[in-house]
């Protein structure tokens, strides 16, 4: 079963001569374990699709399931239980809450949860541990760099026992090592088993996942075959 | 020619057999770049014509009974290695893209759509870059895959420079007052019929 | 296989250990940015502060009553004379209990019409020991002995150490004493028993009214019952209820604006939160809980700063409340007051955020991530809520202002309504300005724009200004309307009038040509001596066919003088209440009250500005005459010479001119060293003083609430403004860059100013109208002498302080500002 299902989904946005059209009939499947890329120029509709299928805004037609669950059913109370237990998400930039500390913002959607504090922290102290950030876990986000924050976002987004990760522009703001530490980060939770839409017009931020979705105007316009093995790209072969 | 140079380098290190600077060659620059033995010999023989590098016959032969060649750089071969890595490559007058030639020709031939040309392009390098990524992902960080590491961010910048390139030529097109090649001029593109021409004049520059 | 599916039995909202998750962020968050929040958290301390200190002032300013009756429930006065006063007295005693008596004297004040109180007071009496205090010397002890306050030490002209003549005895000085309750009330004390004949005695008891209903044995005749206890304190209830009310609904207003903008700046880290799966009610509870603590630390801090001002300036209060505030009294504080109004500053500020909590809760998370405000709510619909609001509100203060429940309602739902009137009115002010130069237009856009905070922000101000206008209105309609019974006092604070008898009613010594001259040249020294212009000669009438009255005590002898009296018959005598001397309406007389003698009519006697038909003319006579009375527009004061006969009716009533004395008026109040200067020429010569005695309403009280509704307006003003404006920082550093100049910026910080304080300053001056006609029932007339200067003051003054202001500060733009943007 897909852990993301969008079927013939639509939004529009404003009446009349202001009307826009920012999905026009997307289908979209992320299986468990899948990171897929949406790629596409601004305007083309990406971050809507990202937005939908993370619970934020409902779209104008069609149909979204979350792990089967079908998300136009729900109530605003239920999505944000979704959102709690079974959604991550990574932003471009502001994704962590001034005034908690790295270790408390990974443990925030488990408390929201009814986790208690210890159980909570120790939870989000797991994620940061292997994402390599123990000896941060009581600093504040501006005590950290951009790349360390990104990364607390990561483990933020996948603490818990949650199965579909979204990320819009997750590394927009960085340099390519720290982008590419967070893609690494990222590909790491997919190897585990969740699913993943990394939303960007960034091709080497896309070349991270299994497949690319090329979006335009509303539209899936195409999407990459499956990666061939690594090895046809090297003539001679990787000696042993 | 860098291997010229790549060999002067290796060399730079301390005195070294011809296949052992192949081998070498091939660990620094990741395997991306194979090189034969017969252009390593003859490489060196340039060098060595040059005087920048000097070569002496080793004490042990070879299995097959040729001498066994020992080669060690020539103060000349420092100074001609320091020269060389200072100078930057020539950069000025542009490569002959084929990729960029092809998009051209789409453009004036009639009844083709451009955008899709653009994309099956994109996609082909798209996939590449997932192909080199994949490569980086798999590959651990230790040391001696660090010339291998900076060779497939050579790779993926140049492929993602190329993925920039087709999207911004793909706006460009986008922008175009209406296709000249297949629409008859209506009233409101006659009034700035001009200006498509210069336009593809600055793309054919680039 | 993925946590959708998997329903854990968890409550939708996360249960505690979210709210604790939450409000531990949002005590964080107060804890970084409390500086962000300082205007907010010092403008409701400062508010918390002020109703303390005025909790305080109201609780201690209602003690006149105490200063008369102590620690007793029951003051009943029994006529000295009476017959059986002793035992009257033990009957008393007999049904009360404990009780206190003391016995009065009058002692007359050479020069001055009003007596002195002489009492024989026990220091250590059972209730009215906290009245008395010693503030030099000691208690007096001997039957020669007596103590005096300061006060009277001056009318009498004595000091400690020096014989004072009271009545038919002298006493040597001991010691100055004072009443701490009431430093107004001058005496002699005299030891217990010494004030014998009495004029009059108290009896202070503690009863109850049962007590006393059933307590008969005093006879009727002279005796005089005086209660304290639960009316007071009813009031001083509602006076620190109306206190707390207003104080806390401007709290309220405040803390909405301040919270609105808050709510704005967190907009985006609210909306992260709920991508992370915090619902509604989770957003609504980091706002409360930042509400919640705003509350909480300006309720201690105001509480500290308003016990602390209290404290310090306690003694200030003194010369203005009349009466000591003594260590122990000011903590004699109505506790349950202070404690209520701190729970309500909490109470106010957390319901304060709910209201912006609501709003953002309600942002699509999108748009908040995005940080778009949420869309301005259709004015019409606010207005209509508003209109309701506003109107039963009124209607409630209208018809049942009496009730103090239905008070605090009132004054609730119309300010409320106010609240939800102002979008309607800052909509309507945009829509005028919108012809107006790109910095005013982009200045009141934005007022629109942020319509919840300006709108928080404009009630503040109207509610600020109201008050203000409130008193200025209700001050100057008081003293417009004083009616009949002269409230206003017995003279103006500028005259003086010297009689030839002991006062204006008294009999008047025939007096030589010679007698008069001197009389006259000591009058004309008091006018020098108090620094006015001239001296009118005052004539009464007197009924030459009457007999000279003799000598009574010290009261000289000589002609009565007619006067208009209440006649009425008791058994076979008549009792004789006098209410009005009157005067002859010489031209000098009548000009001085702006009259003159064409403008009477005919057919009228005598011509006042009180209504005394129906009196009788006491003339010493057995025929009543009972004179028609012209009444004329003037305020009136009892002891005024406004009250005139006609020459033509001195002629009908055969009655001749003689003179009384004179009047003396100086530009200015007159001051206590001038008047006692007064006082000792008078008493030189034989005559008699009178001036002003009470306080009444004056003009001042208008000017000084005007003024500080004003300077609180533009606190307000200030804290809004600079919250709106810092919220447009980006839009300034856009216009910066487009090449505006500083001009520009001052313009657009000035129009704000100026647009928030004209809006204010006539919402408030309209409810303040609309709130004065509702006290007094709607009559219109008591509107009519509305004080334009005050209302001008604030109508034009404020917005153009508050635009100058703007204007000048906005040159240098804050750091802090530069800033805020950063996140």
């Keep these: ?240 | 020619m860098s291997v010229r140079h790549a060999l002067l380098a290796l060399l730079s290190d301390g005195p070294k057999f011809g296949l052992q600077l192949r081998q070498d060659f091939e660990a620094r620059t990741g395997e991306v770049w194979p090189l034969n033995v017969g252009q390593v010999y003859t490489t060196l023989q340039r060098l060595e014509r040059d005087g920048l590098v000097a070569g002496e016959d080793a004490d042990d032969d070879l299995a097959d009974g040729g001498p066994r060649k020992h080669f060690h750089i020539t103060p000349a071969g420092e100074v001609e290695l320091g020269h060389w890595l200072r100078t930057p490559p020539d950069l000025s007058s542009p490569p002959r893209d084929e990729l960029v030639i092809k998009v051209l020709v789409a453009v004036q031939v009639a009844g083709v759509d451009v955008h899709e040309v653009i994309q099956v392009h994109r996609r082909y390098v798209v996939e590449l870059m997932q192909q080199w990524t994949r490569l980086k992902a798999d590959a651990t960080t230790a040391d001696e895959d660090l010339g291998f590491a900076l060779a497939v961010d050579a790779e993926l910048f140049r492929l993602d420079s190329v993925v920039r390139w087709l999207d911004a030529a793909e706006g460009r097109l986008r922008r175009r007052p209406v296709d000249v090649a297949a629409a008859p001029a209506t009233p409101r593109t006659a009034a700035p019929l001009p200006m498509p021409a210069p336009r593809r004049r600055t793309g054919l520059r680039r | 296989m993925n946590g959708a599916t998997t329903a854990l039995p968890r409550s939708a909202n996360g249960g505690r250990a979210a709210r604790r998750a939450l409000v531990r962020w949002s005590v964080r968050l107060f804890r970084r940015e409390w500086r962000q929040q300082l205007l907010v958290l010092s403008l409701l301390t400062l508010a918390v502060a002020a109703t303390i200190v005025g909790i305080a002032i109201g609780a201690n300013a209602t003690t006149t009553v105490q200063a008369e009756l102590g620690s007793a429930s029951h003051l009943l006065t029994i006529d000295g004379h009476a017959s059986k006063l002793s035992e009257d007295l033990d009957a008393a005693r007999a049904a009360f209990g404990t009780i206190e008596v003391i016995s009065h004297q009058d002692v007359v004040v050479p020069g001055s019409v009003a007596p002195l109180d002489l009492r024989d007071q026990d220091p250590h009496g059972a209730f009215k020991h906290a009245t008395l205090r010693l503030v030099s010397g000691r208690y007096p002890t001997g039957p020669d002995e007596a103590a005096v306050t300061d006060g009277a030490a001056t009318a009498l002209d004595v000091q400690v150490g020096v014989a004072v003549r009271t009545g038919d005895r002298t006493r040597q000085v001991v010691g100055v004493v004072e009443n701490p309750l009431n430093l107004s009330d001058e005496f002699v004390l005299v030891p217990t028993g010494q004030a014998t004949p009495a004029a009059h005695v108290s009896v202070l008891a503690h009863i109850t009214d049962e007590q006393l209903t059933s307590f008969h044995t005093i006879d009727g005749t002279g005796l005089s019952v005086q209660s304290g206890g639960d009316v007071t304190s009813s009031q001083a209830a509602a006076i620190m209820l109306a206190i707390s009310t207003v104080g806390m609904l401007f709290i309220g207003l405040l803390a909405v604006s301040g919270f609105t903008v808050m709510a704005q700046r967190r907009l985006r880290a609210l909306g992260m939160l709920e991508s992370i799966g915090a619902t509604d009610r989770h957003v609504r509870l980091v706002m409360l809980a930042n509400g919640a603590v705003v509350g909480l630390v300006s309720a201690i801090a105001g509480a500290a700063l308003g016990l602390t001002a209290w404290l310090g300036f306690a003694p200030h209060l003194e010369r203005i409340l009349r009466h000591r505030v003594e260590h122990v009294n000011r903590f004699d504080l109505p506790w349950w007051a202070l404690v209520a109004t701190m729970a309500l500053a909490f109470l106010t500020a957390v319901v304060a955020a709910w209201w912006p909590a609501r709003s953002v809760s309600r942002v699509p998370v999108v748009a908040a991530l995005s940080g778009r405000p949420p869309d301005p709510q259709p004015a019409h619909r606010s207005a209509a809520v508003g209109a309701l609001l506003a109107g039963g509100g009124y209607l409630l203060l209208f018809f049942w202002r009496s009730t103090a429940p239905m008070l605090v309602a009132g004054i609730l739902a119309t300010t409320i309504g106010m609240l939800f009137l102002a979008p309607v009115a800052i909509r309507a002010l945009a829509a005028i300005g919108g012809r107006a130069p790109v910095s005013i237009r982009l200045a009141l856009r934005d007022l629109v724009r942020y319509q919840a905070r300006s709108g928080a922000a404009l009630g503040a101000i109207t509610l600020a200004i109201g008050i203000a206008a409130t008193i200025a209105v209700a001050d100057s309609s008081m003293q417009a309307t004083a009616d009949a019974a002269a409230p206003n006092g017995n003279l103006r604070d500028t005259e003086l009038v010297v009689y030839l008898g002991r006062e204006s009613t008294a009999p008047i010594p025939d007096a030589s040509a010679t007698a008069l001259a001197t009389a006259q040249a000591s009058a004309q020294q008091i006018v020098t001596a108090v620094g006015a212009a001239s001296a009118i000669t005052l004539q009464a009438a007197i009924n030459p066919d009457a007999a000279t009255l003799p000598p009574l005590g010290n009261q000289p002898g000589g002609r009565m003088p007619a006067s208009l009296a209440k006649v009425k018959s008791i058994g076979n005598g008549t009792s004789v209440q006098i209410v009005s001397a009157i005067y002859v309406a010489t031209p000098e007389l009548l000009a001085s009250a702006g009259l003159t003698a064409d403008g009477l009519d005919p057919a009228a006697d005598i011509v006042s500005p009180r209504d005394l038909n129906g009196l009788q003319l006491e003339l010493g006579r057995r025929d009543p005459t009972v004179p028609k009375v012209q009444v004329y527009d003037l305020a009136a004061y009892t002891s005024e010479p406004t009250t005139m006969i006609s020459t033509a009716s001195m002629q009908r009533l055969n009655l001749q001119p003689i003179t009384a004395g004179w009047l003396i008026r100086s530009d200015s109040a007159l001051t206590s060293a001038q008047i006692s200067a007064a006082r000792r020429i008078a008493a030189d010569a034989g005559l008699t003083i009178e001036t002003r005695t009470t306080t009444g309403p004056n003009g001042a009280l208008g000017t000084d609430s005007t003024t500080i509704g004003a300077l609180i307006a533009l606190a307000v003003l200030a804290m809004t403004v600079g919250l709106i404006r810092s919220e447009t920082a980006g839009d300034l550093r856009t216009l910066t860059a487009a090449g505006a100049s500083t001009r520009t910026r001052r313009w657009l910080v000035g129009a704000t100013a100026g647009a928030l304080g004209l809006l204010g300053a006539v919402l408030g001056i309209l409810g303040a109208h609309l709130a004065v006609l509702a006290w007094n029932h709607g009559r219109l007339g008591s509107l009519a002498h509305t004080p334009i200067a005050n209302l001008l003051m604030l109508i034009v003054g404020l917005p153009l302080v508050a635009m100058t202001a703007g204007w000048v500060l906005a040159g240098r733009q804050p750091p802090t500002i530069a800033r805020a943007a950063l996140t």
């Excluded at chain 1, 920012?22 to 890329?37: H, I, K």
């Design chain 1, 1 to 240: 079963m897909s852990m993301l299902e969008m079927r013939q989904v639509t939004k529009r946005y404003g009446h009349g001569p202001t009307e826009v059209n920012a999905l026009r009939g997307v289908d979209l499947c992320v299986d468990p374990g899948e990171l897929v890329a949406v790629m596409g120029p601004s305007g083309s509709g990406k971050s809507s699709l990202l937005t939908i299928a993370g619970s934020l805004e409902a779209p104008t037609s069609g149909e979204v399931f979350v792990g089967g669950a079908d998300l136009l059913a729900m109530s605003r109370n239920e999505t944000a239980r979704l959102r709690r237990r079974s959604i991550g998400y990574v932003f471009q930039d502001f994704n962590l809450l001034a005034g908690l500390t790295a270790a408390e913002n990974v443990a925030l959607p488990l408390e929201l949860d009814g986790t208690s504090v210890k159980v909570a922290r120790r939870a989000a102290m797991l994620a940061l541990g292997e994402l390599g950030l123990d000896d941060k876990a009581s600093r504040f986000p501006d005590q950290l760099s951009g790349g360390e924050r990104q990364r607390v976002a990561v483990a933020r987004a996948v603490v818990g026992d949650r199965r579909l990760l979204l990320a819009d522009e997750p590394s927009g703001a960085l340099d390519s090592e720290n982008g590419e530490a967070v893609m690494r980060l990222v590909r790491a939770a997919c190897s585990r088993g969740v699913a993943g839409v990394v939303v960007t017009h960034d091709a080497q931020l896309a070349s991270w996942a299994d497949r690319v979705i090329f979006l335009r105007d509303g539209r899936v316009a195409d999407s990459t075959a499956a990666v061939p093995g690594p090895e046809s790209l090297l003539t001679g072969g990787r000696p042993s």
